[in-house]
């Protein structure tokens, strides 16, 4: 089971660190819904935050010159409001509604963005940005491209959003560690040795990315990060156990 695990685990970090490298979302989406066949729901998302966190730091690390410390502080507003809620009505995920909303949120990178004037920018739109992300990261385990919602219309080009998305989520998975730390201490120490073993191909597959990133044009990123976010939303549907 060990040798599995780690070959699964291991496979799965580089090639969803990739796709975050690239897109800064989607590699998250399709972690989770492996692991939610290898751990039970709560252990998987506090797993998740864990590989997500040296995904997202190395991202961060590696496009830091572009990062928009203002609205970072901002969104964390949002989040440390969001985290609070939560705690208080001592909230417990599940199945069903993991694979029920995950497979809806595709919905959101089709709407006429154009119309609803979001900008992530904006002091009180960043703070609702990390409110509502914050709140589906830990509600859920990921915030899919409810982030980029209010970014995708900024002024900011690609590496900005992906050096800021990169900065708020480590911080959000790390919240999300904490929020599930009971059901992360349930994985066995061989468990654990695994999945540390397999965080270093989370910062190689997110260094291949970022070199593919800053190849890619503004129009084809976000082409291409909407329709592998809805493929990825209709996955997660079939994985609702009726």
Same mark, same amino acid.
């Given at each position: 089971?060990? #040798?599995?695990?780690?070959?699964?685990?291991?496979?799965?970090?580089?090639?969803?660190?990739?796709?975050?490298? @690239?897109?800064?979302?989607?590699?998250?989406?399709?972690?989770?819904?492996?692991?939610?066949?290898?751990?039970?729901?709560?252990?998987?998302?506090?797993?998740?935050?864990?590989?997500?966190?040296?995904? %997202?730091?190395?991202?961060?690390?590696?496009?830091? =010159?572009?990062?928009?410390?203002?609205?970072?502080?901002?969104?964390?507003?949002?989040?440390?409001?969001? !985290?609070?809620? /939560?705690?208080?009505?001592?909230?417990? *995920?599940?199945?069903?509604? #993991?694979?029920?909303?995950?497979?809806?949120?595709?919905? /959101?990178?089709?709407? *006429?963005?154009?119309?609803l004037?979001?900008?992530?920018?904006r *002091?009180?739109?960043?703070?609702?940005?990390?409110?509502?992300?914050?709140?589906?990261? @830990?509600?859920?385990?990921?915030?899919? *491209?409810?982030?980029?919602?209010?970014? @995708?219309?900024?002024?900011?080009?690609?590496?900005?959003?992906?050096?800021?998305? =990169?900065?708020?989520q480590?911080?959000?998975?790390?919240?999300?560690?904490?929020?599930?730390?009971? !059901?992360?201490?349930? /994985?066995?120490? %061989?468990?654990?040795?695994?999945? @540390? !073993?397999?965080?270093?191909?989370?910062?190689?597959?997110?260094?291949?990315? %970022?070199?593919?990133?800053?190849?890619?044009? %503004?129009?084809?990123?976000?082409?291409?990060?909407?329709?592998?976010?809805?493929?990825?939303?209709?996955?997660?549907?079939?994985?609702?156990?009726?």
């Open positions: 089971m060990t #040798v599995v695990f780690f070959i699964a685990i291991t496979v799965a970090v580089f090639l969803t660190s990739l796709l975050s490298g @690239i897109f800064g979302m989607a590699g998250g989406l399709i972690l989770l819904w492996i692991l939610t066949f290898l751990l039970p729901i709560a252990s998987a998302i506090a797993v998740h935050g864990l590989v997500q966190m040296v995904s %997202n730091g190395s991202r961060a690390w590696m496009s830091r =010159a572009y990062l928009d410390v203002r609205t970072l502080i901002l969104l964390l507003s949002g989040l440390g409001t969001a !985290a609070g809620f /939560l705690a208080f009505i001592d909230y417990r *995920p599940s199945l069903v509604v #993991v694979s029920v909303v995950i497979g809806v949120m595709p919905i /959101l990178v089709w709407l *006429p963005l154009g119309r004037r979001l900008d992530g920018q *002091p009180i739109q960043a703070f609702l940005c990390g409110l509502i992300s914050g709140s589906l990261s @830990i509600a859920i385990g990921v915030s899919g *491209p409810t982030v980029d919602l209010f970014f @995708i219309t900024t002024r900011m080009d690609r590496r900005q959003i992906i050096a800021t998305k =990169a900065a708020f480590l911080i959000t998975h790390g919240m999300k560690v904490l929020f599930y730390v009971d !059901a992360a201490a349930e /994985l066995t120490v %061989n468990g654990w040795m695994v999945v @540390i !073993a397999a965080m270093p191909f989370a910062i190689i597959g997110t260094r291949t990315g %970022n070199v593919i990133l800053h190849r890619m044009s %503004n129009e084809r990123y976000r082409t291409w990060a909407r329709w592998i976010v809805t493929a990825v939303g209709a996955v997660y549907l079939l994985r609702i156990p009726f």
